[in-house]
């Protein structure tokens, strides 16, 4: 059975490295969420290290613009590794073709363009759909207008080609303010329903994971599995790729689902968790709240 907490503070002793969703527990896509950086910079002044670990489709340098202009400082994290950034690996070693059509706004350009300077090089060329090996998601064209279903009847002419998708963010949807709007995942649900092929790479996936090591390991931070703890507000991503990974997870209830456990999202009821988590066979360490 799950334990709420109310503070990061109550379990920090026990971890000494965080991978830390990022949308819906350190941003909501609008501004920084005070609490939850102050949270992450208590836990590194005690000697932590914080990987914000997300399921963005756009590689970290673009994702360290992007916090910043949230307000997230710099000194609340170590580490960031994105879904894009280790979906970029499949992309240049071939995993979808080197002509691929595109789904997803201009601002997810830097997917093809900021490059890891340990990839190997690779020409990939943006083609329309009916000249691709391949497709690349990273998000719907329009995600504050569009639906999944906006895209059916083009995503059967890619199933007909037999082209795979590579899926560049697992998730479904996200929370920007106050407006519920749907990601990348859903486009490669849709298109798996309809009998295509979709490859993912980030969150609850191990490729990201993977990924996260290196990085650490590259940094000379040693990792013990068991000082690790996950922490986000998705159950199908985060509490689900760190039951994958065999390691301990922080589920924040006041995010995605937060209307499933009581009016107050700060304080989730315990009986309402129980059952919510019992009817997805999930069983994550702890939960709390909101991240402070």
């Known amino acids: 059975m799950t334990r709420i907490i109310q503070t990061l503070a109550e379990i920090s002793d026990r971890y000494d490295v965080l991978f830390c969703d990022l ?7 609008v501004a920084a969420m005070p609490a939850a950086v102050a949270a992450l910079q208590a836990f590194r002044a005690k000697g932590g290290a914080v990987v914000l670990l997300t399921n963005a489709p756009r590689p970290k340098p673009s994702v360290m613009r992007q916090i910043a202009r949230l307000g997230v400082p710099d000194d609340a994290w170590d580490e960031i590794v994105t879904s894009g950034d280790a979906a970029q690996y ?3 070693n071939g995993a979808v073709g080197r002509k691929v059509w595109h789904i997803g706004p201009a601002k997810d350009l830097t997917f093809f363009s900021e490059m890891a300077a340990d990839l190997p090089k690779a020409e990939v060329d943006l083609v329309p759909l009916d ?14 207008t569009e639906q999944p279903e906006d895209y059916r009847a083009r995503l059967l002419l890619a199933r007909e080609a037999g082209l795979p998708m590579l899926c ?12 519920r709007v749907w990601c990348a995942g859903a486009l490669a649900k849709l298109y798996e329903e309809i009998g295509g092929t979709a490859l993912y790479f980030g969150k ?19 990792l013990a599995e068991d000082r690790i703890l996950c922490l986000g507000d998705g159950i199908g991503t985060d509490v689900a790729g760190a039951a994958g990974e065999g390691l301990d997870a922080l589920f924040v209830t ?3 689902a937060a209307a499933e456990f009581g009016p107050d999202a700060d304080h989730p009821q315990a009986d309402l968790l129980d059952r919510w988590l019992a009817a997805r066979a999930a069983a994550p360490r702890w939960s709390i709240g909101k991240v402070r």
Do not use: S
Request: aromatic residues 6%; charged residues 20%; glycine residues 12%.
């Open 254 to 256: 006041g995010g995605l």
């Open 23 to 29: 949308w819906g527990c350190v941003h909501d896509g």
């Open 168 to 179: 560049a963010n697992p998730d479904l949807m996200v929370d920007y303010g106050h407006k």
């Open 90 to 92: 499949a992309l240049v």
């Open 131 to 144: 000249q691709a090996e391949g497709i690349v998601c990273t998000d719907l064209f329009e995600n504050l």
């Open 204 to 222: 609850p996936h191990p490729p990201i994971y993977d990924l996260a090591r290196r990085r650490l390991a590259a940094r000379g931070i040693e």
